[in-house]
Nanobody, 125 residues
Framework: VQLQASGGGLVQAGASLRLFCAAS????????MAWFRQAPGKEREFVAAITWSRGTTYYLDSVKGRFLISRDKAKNTVYLQMNSLKPEDTAVYYC???????????????????WGQGTLVTVSS
């Protein structure tokens, strides 16, 4: 599976952005998908995940109610709709894929098998 993330940019606080993660490879449809982010000088942080089977979603507490993860299996694409952006959301955002038969916490980046190259989101105050 190859992942290509896009959609980042420079926005002001309170604005919205939509990130895209386009996947290639026949097995995309049997992977759980997630978004992580990494700010300068900080560790990679879980943001959101969506399961392959039921589309169950999970979020970092600080983005609940502001971010929405979704997927379009027909288009092999995962989205992260980010609303009410804050300066602390500034980071490089990565999409990642985890095998569909996994069950447990989705927040550990070490569990993920495939990663996109990242897209930079900068939120100015």
């Amino acid at each position: 599976v190859q992942l290509q993330a896009s959609g980042g940019g420079l926005v002001q606080a309170g604005a919205s952005l939509r990130l895209f993660c386009a996947a290639s490879g026949r097995t995309f449809r049997v992977y759980n998908m997630a978004w992580f982010r990494q700010a300068p000088g900080k560790e990679r942080e879980f943001v959101a995940a969506i399961t392959w089977s039921r589309g169950t979603t999970y979020y970092l507490d600080s983005v609940k109610g502001r971010f929405l993860i979704s997927r379009d299996k027909a288009k092999n694409t995962v989205y992260l709709q980010m609303n009410s952006l804050k300066p602390e959301d500034t980071a490089v955002y990565y999409c990642a894929a985890l095998r569909a038969d996994y069950s447990g916490s989705y927040s550990n980046p070490l569990l993920y098998e495939y990663w996109g190259q990242g897209t930079l989101v900068t939120v100015s105050s």
